[in-house]
């Protein structure tokens, strides 16, 4: 057991405590957990109020190694999670490729080293407020319907997310008051990433032009958005295990279905056919086979092998879904 650390009676920190202490309770009561680490405001605060506030804690430092000195930087914040109390601290390098650029490569690579590394307890990531309202711009500018803009979950086993809630400020206020420099990552003030644009210039555009509050107007926007996706998913469950009949679905049993929750049981059943990267138009032009029926041929969806499509057909009443050769 990590033995408590004690903490000084500040506000930042306080309130960086009590998030944890909140989510503990109602995810993971008395239970160990690893905290991701980069060294960074926001996961160091972290850190220190999970080990005040959790029975066990360990850290997991990631080094995506994509700049000279990463080992060092890791390493250091290693040391500190020992410090703040942490009952171990292991530094993971990790190899960064594959598509989708480098943020989602490294974030991809990230995940996975954490996921092996927890040893089946849940993960503490130290996205904040404002990580929030960043991802719900960037589903808006995706456009692909409520499901991309309503950001991140503050529990997604073995993800967990106490400090949603939670202004970056907080994090750096914490840190001073801990007596904590934390490492700042060049990546973060890089105008080529899309994500460091919406930071600096457009989220303190819309503040300054609505007056202030937009951040966190985005996060409640998130959470409502979530609260009422988790129905419409529940019941495209539903939907979808009623309609299925072997690895068709019968369309009988969808075409009085509203549109929000059909599209879902078909997105569900897309992915279990073997879908990948669904997109939204992909998603509607299967959803026009029972909504917009005119014989119209099938649907070519991301998925299988070089010279092999996965293909979403009508035929007979019913929807299957199959791979074809090119």
Request: proline share 5%.
């Given at each position: 057991?990590?033995?408590?650390?004690?903490?000084?009676?500040?506000?930042?920190?306080?309130?960086?405590?009590?998030?944890?202490?909140?989510?503990?309770?109602?995810?993971?009561?008395?239970?160990?957990?690893?905290?991701?680490?980069?060294?960074?405001?926001?996961?160091?605060?972290?850190?220190?109020?999970?080990?005040?506030?959790?029975?066990?804690?360990?850290?997991?430092?990631?080094?995506?190694?994509?700049?000279?000195?990463?080992?060092?930087?890791?390493?250091?914040?290693?040391?500190?999670?020992?410090?703040?109390?942490?009952?171990?601290?292991?530094?993971?390098?990790?190899?960064?490729?594959?598509?989708?650029?480098?943020?989602?490569?490294?974030?991809?690579?990230?995940?996975?080293?954490?996921?092996?590394?927890?040893?089946?307890?849940?993960?503490?990531?130290?996205?904040?407020?404002?990580?929030?309202?960043?991802?719900?711009?960037?589903?808006?500018?995706?456009?692909?319907?409520?499901?991309?803009?309503?950001?991140?979950?503050?529990?997604?086993?073995?993800?967990?997310?106490?400090?949603?809630?939670?202004?970056?400020?907080?994090?750096?206020?914490?840190?001073?008051?801990?007596?904590?420099?934390?490492?700042?990552?060049?990546?973060?003030?890089?105008?080529?990433?899309?994500?460091?644009?919406?930071?600096?210039?457009?989220?303190?555009?819309?503040?300054?032009?609505?007056?202030?509050?937009?951040?966190?107007?985005?996060?409640?926007?998130?959470?409502?958005?979530?609260?009422?996706?988790?129905?419409?998913?529940?019941?495209?469950?539903?939907?979808?295990?009623?309609?299925?009949?072997?690895?068709?679905?019968?369309?009988?049993?969808?075409?009085?279905?509203?549109?929000?929750?059909?599209?879902?049981?078909?997105?569900?059943?897309?992915?279990?056919?073997?879908?990948?990267?669904?997109?939204?138009?992909?998603?509607?032009?299967?959803?026009?086979?029972?909504?917009?029926?005119?014989?119209?041929?099938?649907?070519?969806?991301?998925?299988?092998?070089v010279g092999v499509r996965l293909v979403a057909s009508r035929r007979r009443g019913r929807l299957s879904a199959g791979f074809v050769?090119?």
């Open positions: 057991m990590t033995a408590r650390v004690v903490l000084p009676e500040e506000p930042a920190i306080l309130d960086v405590r009590h998030a944890v202490r909140a989510w503990l309770s109602r995810h993971h009561p008395a239970g160990a957990v690893v905290v991701a680490l980069s060294g960074g405001a926001d996961s160091l605060a972290l850190t220190a109020a999970a080990v005040a506030e959790a029975p066990s804690v360990r850290a997991v430092v990631v080094d995506h190694r994509l700049q000279d000195g990463s080992g060092k930087v890791a390493a250091v914040a290693a040391a500190r999670a020992l410090d703040l109390g942490c009952a171990g601290a292991d530094v993971v390098p990790v190899d960064v490729s594959g598509p989708g650029g480098l943020e989602a490569a490294a974030r991809s690579a990230r995940y996975a080293a954490l996921d092996a590394a927890r040893s089946g307890h849940p993960v503490l990531l130290g996205h904040t407020l404002d990580d929030q309202a960043e991802t719900v711009l960037l589903g808006l500018a995706r456009g692909s319907g409520g499901r991309s803009i309503r950001g991140m979950a503050g529990h997604d086993a073995p993800w967990g997310r106490p400090l949603l809630g939670v202004r970056r400020d907080v994090t750096r206020r914490a840190c001073a008051e801990l007596g904590l420099a934390p490492h700042e990552d060049p990546h973060n003030s890089d105008p080529a990433f899309t994500r460091v644009r919406l930071r600096h210039e457009v989220l303190p555009l819309l503040e300054a032009a609505l007056g202030g509050g937009v951040a966190a107007a985005l996060a409640r926007t998130a959470e409502h958005l979530r609260e009422d996706g988790e129905v419409l998913d529940a019941l495209a469950e539903q939907t979808a295990a009623s309609a299925r009949d072997g690895d068709d679905l019968v369309i009988e049993y969808l075409v009085d279905v509203p549109v929000a929750v059909r599209r879902r049981a078909l997105r569900l059943w897309l992915l279990d056919s073997g879908a990948k990267a669904l997109t939204d138009k992909q998603l509607r032009a299967v959803d026009e086979l029972i909504g917009r029926w005119r014989g119209q041929g099938g649907v070519a969806l991301g998925g299988g092998r050769n090119d």
